[in-house]
């Protein structure tokens, strides 16, 4: 932890430093850069400026200046170039191996803005905080007279947490490569670093696999959904639906995120939440079928059966693949919600149980444990391929192995558990991080979703370090909002669900609770707002009393 405690000290040195002359204060970026200090009265105008960089810089970085350039180039209506070679005035990058990787400056005086990073990932920060002090002009919206000059400033910024994610459900329902892009994209604009892509489910298996071709020939398709929440009896549309990503896409999307300084986390939900696998090859369930792809919500009771050797070679054959696709150190492995009832009936189960001596205790039933036997066993497969594992706070239950991740849902209690018993812990509530709740009180005007409110209030009230002991709050890698979409299935849904709560995630994330303040957070949104209009995504309004977006009703809205 020496890393964390060096960026820390840097901060605080650098904080200290400069309040000497120049208090801190805030700037309209989201999330809120940690060191702001106005160093004058003087004024940088962009709109007459040159664009130059660092000759050393890779490939990445210059391309980030590049685009900065061309954007710059398109809202001024001139030709700006990313000339190679620093300059002495204008907005120059330079490269200092000696920041950390995320870190960046920015320094503008009267005659020069200056950025300092050590990655692209540095350099994207910078370009994404100077874009949020330019004019809506540089989003491409027609000002009559764009202010292009800003004031003297110096800027210190770098994250307060090194896992920063973002979840996507496209089991429940799918969403192409272009719609993933650009959920890349405004990840990447509020400097989130983790893409948590949940590929698999009951209602649909989204992902290639070469080895096993009916896992997408047959898993990916479902006859029929369920219309809105007619569970009992069950009412479904009659439509197929079905959808699913090439290995050619996988990798497409993996490239599209690295560049965005982006890692996507695969999810490969095991050993429940698996009925589509099952559908494709029923031999893996401890009845062995028929199955059919769920058209429906819920927690089912079928799941894979670790009784059967060949489901070890099944999960062994799709992480292989896995693997292969993604760079990713982590894995994540599902493990949530796994019902054991078929596994009490089952044989094999049962004689699996008895051989390797599990047996129900006070805490947990045998069944339990053999949920820890398969956890274990995937986590060792993919820890000997250098890989770890990332599960649902449900793998805490029993014995977990060491060196295992737990991502806390249900509440903060999984990560605190985790935390002190010395496992690594991702932070994701369901009451606070859960984007599939509604975005205001006033359920009735927004478009149908699976629980409850969780304004956008709520989830910035959210503290990572809660009930977290300072020695184990090394254990909190990071912090993560869910969108699961049972009740979304359009793009303009989708991001109507996550904007603008992806602001308050990405603060949760970025800064020490010192540095958040609601009422300046609010009056902040206000502008990224005016930049989603600009860009082309879909938002609530609720900051402003406004509940709903007026004539969106959801796209399965039948009646509320
Ligand atoms: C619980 S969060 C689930 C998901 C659902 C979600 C709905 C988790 C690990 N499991 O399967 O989609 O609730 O909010």
Redesign the pocket.
């Known amino acids: 932890m020496k890393f964390r405690f060096s960026i820390i000290a840097m901060g605080i040195l650098a904080a200290a430093c400069s309040q000497k002359e120049y208090p801190n204060e805030t700037i309209g970026i989201i999330p809120q850069p940690q060191v702001v200090n106005y160093t004058g009265e003087g004024r940088f105008n962009v709109a007459e400026a040159t664009v130059s960089y660092d000759a050393k810089f890779d490939d990445l970085s210059i391309g980030h200046v590049a685009d900065f350039a061309r954007m710059l180039s398109g809202a001024l209506k001139k030709d700006v170039i990313a000339e190679e070679g620093l300059q002495k005035t204008g907005i120059r990058f330079i490269l200092d191996r000696k920041y950390q990787p995320e870190q960046y400056t920015i320094d503008i005086k009267t005659d020069k803005l200056t950025v300092t990073a050590a990655t692209a990932s540095g350099v994207l920060y910078a370009i994404n905080s100077i874009s949020q002090l330019l004019p809506d002009a540089y989003f491409g919206v027609e000002q009559e007279a764009p202010d292009w000059t800003l004031r003297e400033v110096f800027i210190n910024d770098w994250p307060r947490f090194a896992y920063r994610g973002m979840h996507l459900?496209v089991a429940?329902h799918f969403f192409g490569v272009d719609v993933v892009k650009k959920y890349l994209d405004v990840m990447a604009f509020h400097k989130i670093n983790r893409f948590h892509w949940h590929l698999t489910?009951d209602q649909g298996w989204r992902i290639e696999i070469k080895k096993y071709p009916r896992l997408t020939e047959v898993g990916s398709m479902r006859d029929e959904t369920v219309i809105l929440k007619r569970f009992d009896p069950l009412v479904c549309d009659g439509t197929p639906y079905g959808g699913y990503y090439t290995q050619e896409q996988i990798r497409e999307v993996v490239d599209y995120a690295e560049k965005l300084g982006i890692t996507v986390v695969p999810e490969i939900d095991l050993p429940g939440?698996m009925i589509a696998a099952l559908t494709a090859y029923p031999e893996l369930g401890c009845t062995g079928g028929p199955y059919k792809v769920w058209p429906r919500w819920g927690v089912a009771n079928e799941v894979l059966c670790p009784g059967k050797e060949k489901t070890f070679e099944f999960i062994e054959g799709v992480l292989d693949e896995v693997m292969q696709l993604f760079p990713s150190e982590y894995i994540h492995i599902g493990g949530?919600?796994c019902p054991k009832v078929e596994w009490e009936k089952c044989p094999d189960c049962q004689k699996r149980i008895a051989e390797l001596g599990l047996k129900t205790d006070d805490n947990h039933t045998a069944e339990q444990y053999l949920q820890n036997y398969v956890t274990a066993r995937v986590q060792k497969y993919l820890n000997d391929h250098g890989r770890k594992i990332i599960g649902?706070d449900e793998i805490l239950e029993g014995n977990l192995a060491e060196g295992a991740t737990v991502m806390s849902?249900r509440g903060a209690k999984g990560g605190i558990e985790a935390a002190k018993n010395g496992f690594d812990a991702i932070m994701t509530p369901?009451g606070y991080l859960?984007f599939?709740y509604y975005q205001s009180e006033d359920e009735a005007k927004e478009p149908f979703a699976?629980?409850c409110p969780c304004t956008i209030e709520k989830t910035y009230s959210f503290e990572a370090y809660d009930q977290i002991p300072e020695d184990a709050q090394k254990h909190i890698l990071g912090v993560q909002a869910?969108l699961?979409t049972?009740y979304v299935a359009t793009e303009p849904h989708l991001f109507y669900m996550v904007l603008p709560r992806m602001d308050a995630l990405s603060e949760l994330q970025w800064c020490y609770p010192e540095r958040k303040d609601y009422e300046r957070f609010k009056a902040d949104v206000g502008r990224m707002l005016r930049i989603y209009d600009a860009l082309g995504y879909t938002y609530s309004r609720n900051i402003y009393g406004e509940p709903g977006l007026p004539g969106f009703d959801g796209p399965l809205g039948d009646a509320k």
């Open positions: 459900d429940r489910d939440h949530d919600e649902w849902w369901g859960y599939d699976i629980c869910n699961w049972e």
